[in-house]
């Protein structure tokens, strides 16, 4: 059996990317299987320890001839999914330029710089200008919390530090509010201020940025640019970091502000 | 300390109300407005620990939604339905005469808190446009001397109940009237006749007639109910998709006023089929006026002991009816983005599956249906299924209702049998010099005379309902800039392509409007909607672009005749940017400019 042939699968829990035959578990995403089988399929808003989301679309890929995003779509025997193509390619590479001149994001200037996903899939993806006019929005810096500052310059409205606080660290310190493209990231606090948060240097919130919008005061150059993540190979090509990069989990401070259950009505 | 009671006074009826639900704070935050005004920083502070949910909770909630304000936007706030349809019937001067008559800017509020002045998007008026809403209530047929007169009353400070009840007077315009709008209801007919074929019957009924969804999607209503009915659950709930926001529809508005009992027996009905307990009337914001009417109804519904227990004398069958304001967003017309919304938040859609019928209202299954599918059900409840799938086409069986708006002799509301010809709609509304016909609203299809033969149906041009004619004088650039501006405003922000292309697709168009536009603009116009049609979250990203892709194809020369005969230009005007450095430098000598020409 060739390894193109999709429709005679041996085992039930396969399915192919792009030819290649991908196993998985059942209620795996495409994106799970696929980033456990070491296929690289890109992406931004999505992160093992978190629930899928799909807000992003960098992973948008086309299954059984329909786009659909691959951190959502549950994987399903026999699927036919293409992903390394150049369409699929060229319209990431437009979703990513989009996302640059939406926000404000100067490489050089940026401690995450090596370290930044947007960026590190920016040269995978061989996107060389943001192409659009930038947008220049006006957004706020909150340097107010002694360990962790917030620049919402960077901020490409992944909702990951949402999720992870309210998921892993059991706090809700974040929340986007707004609509369209007056979206931003909002602080729980009384005063609006990280510094009033509940937010702690520890926090999973704290460490999920994909991007350099939170980042962690006086460590932005320990790592001397040339040894950050992705300064040797492409992010294509850490897939198994990309699996496997969990992040370090705090007992949960049961106490913290929930959303009470919901009662039927 | 004055201060506290006063907040006190005036908050905890409504959180009492409310019984301090969180998933209730979309109705809390519009009922603390109403007291309040606006909805400051402090006051969502207060409500978080009300509630006991986070201040960024409350605080998204709040942003997105347009008709909730952090800020004070005047005792009066005016805003002008600014839907291509408005601005057709002249909006745009009333609104500047209004601006002028109040010394104001476009959303400015005045000094004295008084009044602010803005545009919003389509009211559901066009038929009777310009309209606009004061404090959200909906005024028709605005004139010049109706701005004069609105702007005395609110000087005067008038309050809205005291203004000439003639502003606020809603037309049907009933046109043409078939098997829905022109059939007497006897109420509760439908709802004995339902129980009278008993629930396996009834969905047998609704399978025979292959009903679909008047929403725009056109999904098989018995399905829907079906999977409903078998999806494992503690609790099931109908919900009625009011939320008629796409521009130049109007359908739903009148059969809310003028046949609600059809609805509201709708949704009993579903209930009766799939098991429900609760109903949830989502109602646009823009239809706030309709409310009281709609609750006595329903008050006037229990009485009759067509909702409540036991209802119409069938034991153990139970269900009543609440209805839910909207804040104003079109997205919110979406299914799962309703069901967000009725649950006190954001209104963003769902990632799907799972879909509603198996997990939506509180996580519970849930049947969403359309205010005119509703309508339908009730007359295959009291006609059968085989009667109603011999009316329409094989796909589209049964009438369908056209909001029809633009420029024709007679607007208003049209039904037909599906299959009815655009050429035939056309005529019977007077509209002899039709150049366009935008179908199914801003996120539908714009067809050009050639395909004036084509037919409404799901087989050939599936709509919701709007239909806007524009006629041999009217430039259908101008057309698809105004939808290009509303999809910006309406966009949720949740995915990448729909927040930033429907900013990036109003940009290049009001860049090509400003006659900097080449013909690398028109490639960029289609290269930006490709990629929200193909990796946009919902039906609103992907969809946003429609219009200005028709019209570039088939109305070419409207962009065309801007465009500079040159390879690029950019966006701004390069010497009128130096300007501030030649005043700071105090320079303004013939090399202080570029050579424009150059």
Redesign the interface.
């Known amino acids: 059996m060739s390894d193109y042939n999709t429709s005679g699968f041996d085992s039930a829990n396969m399915f192919s990317i792009d030819g290649r035959r991908i196993p998985f578990k059942p209620g795996q995403t495409i994106l799970q299987a696929a980033l456990e089988a070491g296929v690289y399929i890109p992406h931004l808003c999505h992160h093992p320890d978190l629930k899928p989301h799909g807000s992003c679309k960098l992973c948008t890929v086309t299954v059984n001839g329909r786009n659909g995003s691959a951190c959502t779509a549950r994987a399903l025997p026999g699927l036919e999914v293409e992903n390394d193509t150049p369409a699929l390619n060229d319209r990431r590479r437009v979703l990513l330029q989009m996302l640059f001149v939406e926000g404000d994001h100067f490489c050089p200037g940026c401690e995450k710089s090596g370290n930044c996903q947007l960026q590190a899939l920016a040269y995978d993806l061989e996107m060389v200008a943001p192409h659009f006019r930038h947008f220049f929005p006006k957004r706020t810096v909150d340097a107010s919390h002694p360990d962790i500052w917030l620049d919402l310059n960077r901020c490409i409205m992944c909702e990951l530090c949402v999720r992870a606080s309210r998921d892993i660290d059991g706090k809700n310190v974040f929340m986007l509010a707004g609509r369209g493209a007056n979206s931003q990231v909002v602080v729980n606090s009384p005063t609006g201020l990280l510094k009033d948060s509940a937010l702690t240097a520890d926090d999973a919130a704290a460490q999920i940025c994909p991007v350099g919008a939170i980042l962690h005061k006086r460590v932005g150059y320990s790592v001397p640019i040339g040894q950050r993540q992705f300064d040797d190979a492409t992010i294509g090509h850490q897939v198994e970091y990309l699996a496997r990069r969990h992040i370090p989990i705090k007992p949960v401070a049961v106490d913290a502000p929930k959303m009470p259950e919901k009662e039927g009505v | 300390m004055s201060e506290v009671s006063e907040f006190s006074r005036l908050v905890e009826p409504v959180l009492q109300r409310h019984q301090w ?3 209730r704070l979309l109705q809390i935050l519009r009922d603390v407005q109403d007291v309040l005004d606006y909805l400051s ?1 402090d006051t969502l ?1 207060r409500l978080a620990e009300e509630l ?6 409350v ?2 909630t ?5 008709f909730l304000y952090s800020e004070n936007r005047g005792r009066y706030r005016v805003l002008f339905s600014d839907n291509i349809t408005d601005r057709m019937l002249g909006n745009q001067a009333l609104f500047e005469q209004m601006l002028a008559n109040f010394g104001l800017a476009a959303g400015q509020v005045s000094a004295d808190g008084l009044v602010s002045v803005d545009l919003t998007s389509c009211t559901g008026m066009c038929d009777q446009g310009p309209a606009i809403l004061v404090n959200e209530l909906a005024i028709t047929r605005m004139t010049p001397q109706r701005v004069d007169e609105i702007c005395v009353l609110v000087k005067n400070e008038v309050p809205l109940a005291d203004w000439p009840a003639e502003f606020f007077v809603v037309e049907d315009n009933i046109r043409r009237a078939d098997m829905l709008l022109g059939t007497p209801h006897e109420p509760g007919h439908a709802i004995r006749a339902a129980i009278t074929r008993g629930r396996d019957g009834m969905l047998a009924e609704m399978r025979i007639a292959n009903l679909r969804g008047r929403g725009g999607a056109g999904f098989t209503t018995a399905i829907k109910w079906e999977a409903c009915r078998q999806a494992p659950g ?2 099931r709930y109908i919900v009625c998709n009011a939320d008629e926001g796409e521009p130049g529809t109007f359908k739903d508005r009148v059969l809310l006023q003028s046949y609600a009992g059809r609805v509201f027996e709708g949704m009993v009905i579903a209930a009766y089929t799939v098991g429900a307990r ?1 109903g949830l009337l989502y109602l646009r914001a823009e239809y706030r006026y309709l409310r009281p009417q709609l609750e006595a109804f329903l008050a006037g519904m229990r009485a009759q002991n067509l909702l409540g227990k036991d209802i119409a004398g069938d034991k153990g069958f139970d269900f009543d009816i609440e209805i839910h304001l909207g804040a104003g ?1 079109y997205i919110c017309g979406e299914e799962s983005a309703l069901i967000e919304s009725l ?1 006190g938040k ?1 209104g963003k859609p769902r ?1 799907r599956p799972p879909f509603p019928v198996t997990c939506g209202y ?1 996580n ?1 299954p849930t049947v969403v249906n359309n205010v005119e599918t509703l309508c339908k059900a009730t007359e295959i409840a009291i006609h059968g299924g085989a009667w109603y799938e011999a009316i329409g086409t094989k796909q589209s069986t049964g009438t369908k209702i056209i909001s029809v708006a633009g420029d024709c002799e007679r607007p208003g509301l049209y039904e037909y049998a599906f299959g009815v010809r655009i050429a035939q709609i056309l005529e019977d509304c007077g509209a002899s010099e039709a150049m366009a016909v935008q179908v199914s609203g801003a996120s539908g299809v714009c067809l050009s005379e050639r395909e004036f033969g084509r037919r409404i149906a799901f087989e050939d041009v599936p709509t919701a309902g709007s239909f806007m004619i524009f006629d041999t004088q009217r430039d259908l650039f101008e057309v698809a800039r105004n939808f290009a501006h509303f999809f ?10 729909c ?6 697709l109003s ?1 290049l168009m009001d860049k090509i409007a400003d006659g900097r536009g080449t013909q690398y603009e028109m490639n960029e116009l289609l ?2 909607q490709a ?1 929200m049609k ?4 919902c039906g609103l990203g992907q969809t946003a672009g429609n219009a200005v892709a028709d019209t570039v194809q088939k109305f070419r020369p409207a962009y065309e005749r801007r465009l500079a005969q040159t390879d690029f230009m950019p ?1 701004f005007d390069l010497d009128a940017a130096l300007a501030k450095g030649r005043a700071i430098t105090g320079r303004d000598d013939a090399l202080a400019h570029l050579d424009q020409g150059a």
């Open positions: 639900r969180p998933d920083d502070v006991r949910i986070s201040y960024a909770q605080r998204s709040r942003d997105f939604y347009a503690e609790q609760l967003a649950e954001a990632v509180m519970q910006r405003h309406e966009s949720c922000g949740f995915c990448t392509p927040r930033t292309g429907t900013a990036l940009d290269r930006v990629v193909a990796s946009s979250h966006a």
